[in-house]
C-alpha cells in the first residue's frame, strides 16, 4: 500500500515532560526508518527513551530539547511532502510505504542523488520548522534573533522578530548529524547533503519590512529578517539535485584505521561547495518493480502527453507506451457574484482524457 506519508508523520501539538510517537520519523536520519507497528499509536505521549533506534547523543538532546522536539517532527513532515512535490512526475516520486522499516523503502540504501536529496530536504525541514516554531513564541528556550542590530539603513530600523535561523540550523544538525560519526563514505556524503539542505536556508533568508507613517506613507520602515516559504527551499534543493556532483571514495589509513573520503569523480568540472549536493552511485532507471532498489514502477502512474520532459508519457512510461481513458469530473461553472456578497455556481460535467502509462 502507498501512501503520502505514515500516520506517525503527523505532529503532536502537545508537550508536557514528553514527546509523542510522532517523533518515531526521527530514527531516520541513518536509514529514514520508521516500524509501521507503531502507525496506531497516534499522538499518545511517549518518553524520549522509549523512541527506538535513537543513538545515546540523539536521546540526550531529545531530552534536553524535549519543548521543541515536535517542530523536529513537523519538518520532517514537511521535508517528505516537499519531497513528494518536486519528484511528482518523476519515475520515482519519492513514494513513502507503510509496510516496510524504512519511509522509503530501499531506495535510500544506495548513495544516488535521490539519497542526496531525501537527506537535504529533511535537515532543511527540521531547521525551518524549529526557526519559525521559535519566533512564533511556540517554545521558552528560543525566540526572535536579535544579533542583526546596529544601522540597518536610511529609511528603515530593525523591528519585528527576525527569525533565528543559526538555533534551527543547530539543532537539526546536533540531531540529525549524530547518526553520521562513522569514518564510512555514505557518512560523510550524508554529513555533507545534511549541511546543504541547511545553509540553503541561509542562503535564501529576506528581510521583510512594514511601513510606517500618515495615510499609508512609508517614512519609516521597520525590517526583520524572514525565511521565505518552503517552497522556495524546495525549489532550490531540486536544482541542486539536478546538478549534483558524482563523487568517487578513496580510503586513508589512519591513526583510528581506515578512514573513507570522497573525492570529485571528474577534475574538469568545478569542485562542489557546500551548497552543492553529492552522491557516488548511480539511480536505477525506476521503470520497472524491483522490490531489490524499491523501485514500484511506472505502470499505471498519470503521464501528461503533451511534454517532452520527464513527466511525459514517452519518458515517465519508458518507451512502453500508454492507455488513454476518458473521465467524468463534476466542476463549478457559470458562476456569478450576486451583491452583497455572494457567488452562485452552477455544477458542470466536464470529460477529461487521463493518460496512463502501460
Same mark, same amino acid.
Given at each position: 500500500?502507498?501512501?503520502?506519508?505514515?500516520?506517525?508523520? #503527523?505532529?503532536s =501539538?502537545?508537550?508536557?515532560?514528553? %514527546? =509523542?510517537?510522532?517523533?518515531?520519523?526521527?530514527?531516520?536520519?541513518?536509514?529514514?526508518?520508521?516500524?509501521?507497528?507503531?502507525s496506531?499509536? &497516534?499522538?499518545?505521549?511517549?518518553?524520549?527513551?522509549?523512541?527506538?533506534?535513537?543513538?545515546?547523543?540523539?536521546?540526550?538532546?531529545?531530552?534536553?530539547? @524535549?519543548?521543541?522536539?515536535?517542530s523536529?517532527?513537523?519538518?520532517?513532515?514537511?521535508?517528505?511532502?516537499e519531497?513528494?512535490?518536486q519528484?511528482? *512526475?518523476?519515475?520515482?516520486?519519492?513514494?513513502?510505504?507503510?509496510?516496510?522499516?524504512?519511509?522509503? *523503502?530501499? %531506495?535510500?540504501d544506495?548513495?544516488?542523488r #535521490?539519497?542526496?536529496?531525501? !537527506?537535504?530536504?529533511?535537515?532543511?525541514?527540521?531547521?525551518?520548522?524549529?526557526?519559525?516554531s521559535?519566533?512564533?513564541?511556540?517554545?521558552?528556550?528560543?525566540?526572535?534573533? =536579535?544579533?542583526?542590530? &546596529?544601522?540597518?539603513g536610511?529609511?528603515?530600523?530593525?523591528? &519585528?522578530?527576525s527569525? /533565528?535561523?543559526?538555533?534551527?540550523?543547530?539543532?537539526?544538525?546536533?540531531?540529525?548529524?549524530?547518526?553520521?560519526?562513522?569514518?564510512?563514505?555514505?557518512?560523510?556524503?550524508?554529513?555533507?547533503?545534511?549541511?546543504?539542505?541547511?545553509?540553503?536556508?541561509?542562503?535564501?533568508? !529576506?528581510?521583510?519590512?512594514?511601513?510606517?507613517?500618515?495615510?499609508?506613507?512609508?517614512? %519609516?520602515?521597520?525590517?526583520?529578517?524572514?525565511?521565505?516559504?518552503?517552497? @522556495?527551499?524546495?525549489?532550490?534543493?531540486?536544482?541542486?539535485? /539536478?546538478?549534483?556532483?558524482?563523487?568517487?571514495? $578513496?580510503?586513508?589509513?589512519?591513526?583510528?584505521?581506515?578512514?573513507?573520503?570522497?573525492?570529485?569523480?571528474?577534475?574538469?568540472?568545478?569542485?562542489? =561547495?557546500?551548497?552543492?549536493?553529492?552522491?557516488? #552511485?548511480?539511480?536505477?532507471?525506476?521503470c520497472?518493480?524491483?522490490?531489490?532498489?524499491?523501485?514500484f &514502477?511506472?505502470r /499505471?502512474?498519470?503521464?501528461? @502527453?503533451?511534454?517532452?520532459?520527464?513527466?511525459?508519457?514517452?519518458?515517465l512510461?519508458?518507451?512502453?507506451?500508454?492507455?488513454?481513458?476518458?473521465?467524468?469530473?463534476? $466542476?463549478?461553472?457559470?458562476?456569478?457574484?450576486?451583491?452583497c456578497?455572494?457567488?452562485?455556481c452552477? #455544477?458542470?460535467?466536464?470529460?477529461?482524457?487521463?493518460?496512463?502509462?502501460?
Open positions: 500500500m502507498l501512501i503520502f506519508c505514515p500516520h506517525s508523520c #503527523e505532529p =501539538t502537545k508537550v508536557k515532560a514528553s %514527546v =509523542t510517537a510522532s517523533l518515531l520519523p526521527w530514527v531516520f536520519f541513518r536509514s529514514l526508518a520508521i516500524g509501521h507497528q507503531y496506531s499509536l &497516534g499522538t499518545q505521549p511517549i518518553l524520549c527513551g522509549s523512541i527506538p533506534g535513537l543513538v545515546p547523543k540523539q536521546l540526550r538532546f531529545c531530552r534536553n530539547y @524535549v519543548e521543541i522536539m515536535p523536529v517532527a513537523e519538518g520532517v513532515k514537511i521535508g517528505i511532502q519531497c513528494q512535490h519528484f511528482r *512526475g518523476r519515475r520515482w516520486n519519492c513514494t513513502t510505504v507503510n509496510d516496510s522499516l524504512a519511509i522509503f *523503502g530501499p %531506495v535510500l544506495k548513495a544516488t #535521490e539519497s542526496a536529496f531525501v !537527506h537535504a530536504i529533511a535537515s532543511a525541514g527540521v531547521a525551518f520548522a524549529v526557526t519559525r521559535c519566533a512564533e513564541g511556540s517554545a521558552t528556550i528560543c525566540g526572535c534573533d =536579535t544579533r542583526h542590530k &546596529g544601522s540597518p536610511e529609511g528603515w530600523k530593525w523591528g &519585528g522578530c527569525e /533565528d535561523v543559526e538555533f534551527g540550523s543547530m539543532v537539526s544538525r546536533e540531531f540529525a548529524d549524530a547518526r553520521e560519526n562513522r569514518p564510512d563514505a555514505r557518512s560523510a556524503m550524508n554529513r555533507h547533503n545534511n549541511e546543504a539542505g541547511r545553509t540553503s536556508i541561509i542562503e535564501l533568508m !529576506h528581510l521583510k519590512c512594514k511601513c510606517h507613517g500618515l495615510s499609508g506613507s512609508c517614512e %519609516v520602515k521597520t525590517c526583520w529578517w524572514s525565511q521565505p516559504d518552503f517552497r @522556495v527551499i524546495g525549489d532550490y534543493l531540486k536544482d541542486k539535485y /539536478d546538478s549534483a556532483s558524482e563523487m568517487v571514495v $578513496e580510503k586513508h589509513r589512519e591513526s583510528r584505521g581506515w578512514v573513507e573520503t570522497l573525492r570529485p569523480k571528474y577534475n574538469f568540472f568545478k569542485a562542489p =561547495t557546500e551548497k552543492d549536493l553529492v552522491y557516488y #552511485e548511480n539511480s536505477p532507471n525506476f520497472e518493480p524491483n522490490p531489490e532498489t524499491g523501485s &514502477g511506472t /499505471d502512474r498519470i503521464c501528461n @502527453v503533451t511534454s517532452h520532459g520527464i513527466d511525459g508519457c514517452d519518458l512510461c519508458c518507451g512502453r507506451g500508454h492507455n488513454t481513458r476518458t473521465e467524468k469530473r463534476k $466542476e463549478k461553472c457559470h458562476c456569478i457574484f450576486h451583491w456578497c455572494y457567488v452562485r452552477q #455544477e458542470c460535467i466536464r470529460v477529461y482524457d487521463v493518460h496512463t502509462c502501460k
